[in-house]
């Protein structure tokens, strides 16, 4: 008998109770998971799937990492909860360690829920340190799905729900270099026009108004990966501009691309002014977010009266498990594995991309995170469906893995493969030659 509620008809009692994100609710008809170890989950009808996606790119440390449950255990016996205006240990030690591994000495840490406010309390930090109101971001990008965390995403998906500019935030084309929208093939040019659009948003709006351009370093829910010569340049022209730069690493930290923060690739001279964390701040264990800011945007802070704070801000338990979770990475070098993994994953996917027409792109794979772009046509570059729909095909293949008992993740046309830090080469190597078979099979469907 498994462990789930069932109706009458043997389906879980979740789908006529529940409201499901991102999906239409009487299409819902997801597994229930109820346990999981390393990089596999267990289904509540007896199942395991080896997950590629470290679910929503968050359980970097795989499911119910035995370090993080300790120690939340730990902490739920000495004590759950205090308010965030007053101290508490394992807040105190997470902020530390964050400073510590960022390089922000002198810096400040605020913590939140999760990564969506930790975007919105980040605006609300450039805004009060640099006392002007506008912020500049990426078209089709992703930083929440709150209401002004939507009107900084430029998500096609929900772009159309609020009024961006009600926000004082505008969207700035993206690095995509595989389909420039400045037209140009070359993507270091592509880099650099979308740095000068930046440059140019900044000195079109009136004379001092930009606090803040908030962007990904690296990765991204959108599938953008930049080229490498595109964080290094929005750092100089922000920096010349005297304009906060404030990095979404919400996804792309905690060795999600092969540096516990993705900006490090690029050296301590591209080093936001602001950064946002969450996802693999717990391995997802609990839900965290944080705003760690740097020394001068502290000093900024620190006279002024921070009008902001939600009452879960800096929860103990869940500061317990980013200290847990920080610990575990460095000791086990999961950082380091993430880059020698991504090494790896990123040259089979290229060996596929010569084998299978149906690919057109591969990006990414600094670390345990690639984007596979697949087309109809690979010389005109044409999508497999329009963005941001998903072929039916790829719905099929995303179906026929989970029934084989491995689970990815797809966005539109793009696979997003980011499985957990700790999976096993072999679970690797698996996941992958059955990716390749589907691939091939999608390829000659469509
Ligand atoms: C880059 C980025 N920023 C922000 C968010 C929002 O985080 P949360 O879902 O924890 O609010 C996400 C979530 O996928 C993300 O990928």
Request: charged residues 20%; neutral net charge; aromatic residues 6%.
């Amino acid at each position: 008998m498994p462990a789930q509620a069932m109706t009458a008809a043997g389906t879980p009692a979740e789908r006529q109770t529940v409201l499901h994100s991102w999906c239409i609710q009487t299409e819902w008809n997801a597994p229930t998971i109820v346990g999981g170890e390393g990089a596999r989950l267990h289904t509540a009808d007896g199942r395991t799937i080896l997950d590629m996606s470290s679910l929503a790119e968050c359980s970097n440390l795989g499911h119910q990492h035995p370090r993080v449950v300790a120690a939340i255990r730990a902490q739920a016996h000495k004590l759950c909860f205090v308010t965030s205006s007053w101290g508490a240990e394992p807040r105190a030690e997470l902020a530390a360690l964050l400073l510590e591994h960022a390089g922000f000495a002198g810096g400040r840490v605020f913590f939140t829920l999760g990564g969506a406010d930790a975007n919105e309390h980040a605006v609300k930090f450039a805004r009060a340190a640099a006392a002007r109101p506008w912020i500049i971001t990426r078209e089709r990008s992703y930083h929440g799905a709150s209401y002004a965390a939507m009107a900084l995403s430029g998500d096609t998906r929900t772009v159309s729900q609020v009024d961006a500019a009600a926000f004082r935030v505008v969207h700035v084309p993206p690095p995509y270099a595989y389909r420039c929208p400045f037209g140009t093939a070359s993507p270091e040019e592509c880099a650099a026009a979308a740095v000068r659009r930046v440059a140019e948003v900044i000195g079109e709006l009136s004379a001092g108004a930009v606090a803040a351009v908030m962007m990904e370093p690296n990765a991204g829910s959108n599938g953008i990966v930049a080229p490498a010569s595109f964080w290094p340049a929005l750092c100089a022209a922000t920096r010349a501009a005297g304009v906060y730069l404030i990095a979404d690493e919400v996804m792309s930290a905690f060795g999600r691309c092969g540096e516990w923060f993705a900006w490090q690739r690029y050296g301590a001279e591209c080093r936001p002014d602001i950064m946002t964390l969450a996802k693999g701040l717990t391995g997802a264990h609990l839900p965290l977010g944080a705003v760690v800011v740097s020394a001068s945007v502290a000093r900024a802070l620190e006279p002024q009266m921070l009008m902001t704070g939600l009452t879960y801000c800096g929860h103990p338990l869940c500061c317990a498990a980013g200290v847990a979770a920080l610990e575990s990475y460095r000791d086990e070098g999961l950082i380091e594995r993430s880059r020698t993994l991504g090494a790896r994953m990123l040259g089979e996917l290229r060996r596929m991309q010569a084998r299978h027409a149906v690919i057109g792109d591969v990006r990414g794979g600094h670390g345990l995170f690639a984007v596979v772009e697949l087309v109809r046509d690979r010389s005109s570059r044409a999508p497999l469906a329009p963005w941001p729909q998903m072929h039916s095909a790829l719905r099929r293949l995303l179906e026929s893995a989970l029934g084989a008992g491995v689970s990815f993740a797809a966005r539109g046309n793009l696979l997003l493969l980011a499985p957990p830090l700790v999976i096993g080469e072999r679970e690797l190597a698996e996941a992958l030659a059955l990716l390749d078979r589907l691939l091939g099979e999608l390829g000659a469907s469509v």
